[in-house]
């Protein structure tokens, strides 16, 4: 009964339970933002963390959260139907809650842009992007493989409890070539430029330029150590490289477009 009840007081903002830690979508409100904004249009695992770290290294750049998701401020964007496109989204309430954080920010010190890349923003960036005044979009994809292997290590495998891991890398590779489709549409649709992470690791300033934002003084320190780190050590076994490399294989214009290959191990 609680979780029926649950369901139908989302929308709302309300909640069934008096000790929930906050309102699903926030109290305070708002239809639009002013303030300059750069979004990267990514799916998760795709190293982007480090990418916007450089960027906010690099340039006069903040994030709404750390991790440079600002989806982790609203409780009614973190549900596990956040990738469902029909997906019931308070558009002011998240607006507000943004707002709050950038004049929280700004008291202590001002940003000329922030910076948000929140994965599932990918199913509904259209949208979103009409509630703000000025911003500009990049969009960044990562290879099969290593984006794979990345969400097994972090958070791909709880939400697939019981389901065999061999299931587990075969769906996920499906999802690649999904979200991969989603990426290219939004480049072809609306020309946002692309950086792959592959080529952020050898160009770590492409993302700036990608942006618009001016390269300032030589490389930091940060951006070599992107450029020299050494590849990702894969914790896919063999046949699950195979199984990666099979699938994707279904969807060879779409590696073409990306520059990338079906990687299938030697026997």
């Known amino acids: 009964m609680k979780t029926a009840v649950d369901r139908l007081l989302k929308p709302l903002g309300l909640q069934a339970r008096p000790d929930d ?6 109290r305070r409100r708002t239809d639009r933002i002013h303030h300059p904004f750069l979004f990267l249009l ?3 695992g795709a190293g982007t963390t480090a990418i916007a770290r450089h ?13 440079f998701e600002g989806q982790r401020l609203v409780r009614g964007l973190m549900d596990a139907d956040q990738w469902l496109d029909r997906k019931f989204v308070d558009y002011e309430a998240v607006l507000g809650a943004w707002n709050a954080r950038i004049a929280e920010a700004e008291r202590s010190r001002g940003r000329a ?8 923003n990918l199913v509904r960036y ?6 703000f005044s000025d911003y500009r979009v990049a969009v960044c994809n990562r290879a099969p493989l290593t984006n794979i292997d990345a969400q097994l290590k972090r958070y791909a495998l709880p939400a697939y409890r019981g389901v065999p891991r061999d299931r587990v890398v075969r769906d996920l590779a499906r ?6 489709g989603l990426l290219r549409t939004a480049i072809e649709r609306h020309g946002y430029p692309l950086v792959t992470y592959e080529r952020f690791r050898r160009d770590p300033d492409a993302i700036l330029s990608a942006f618009g934002l001016e390269v300032g003084p030589p490389a930091s320190a940060a951006a070599e150590e992107h450029r020299s780190a050494s590849s990702q050590v894969l914790m896919l ?18 590696l073409a477009f990306f520059g990338y290959e079906a990687e299938c191990p030697a026997d």
């Open 21 to 26: 830690p906050g309102p699903y979508w926030p």
């Open 113 to 120: 842009f922030f910076l948000e890349k929140s994965p599932p």
């Open 42 to 44: 990514t799916p998760p």
């Open 126 to 131: 259209e949208t979103l992007f009409g509630h």
């Open 55 to 67: 960027v906010a290294d690099r340039a006069d750049v903040g994030g709404l959260h750390s991790s």
């Open 175 to 180: 999802t690649w070539i999904w979200r991969s």
């Open 237 to 254: 076994s063999t046949g699950e490289r195979r199984i990666v490399a099979e699938t994707v294989a279904e969807a060879p214009d779409l």
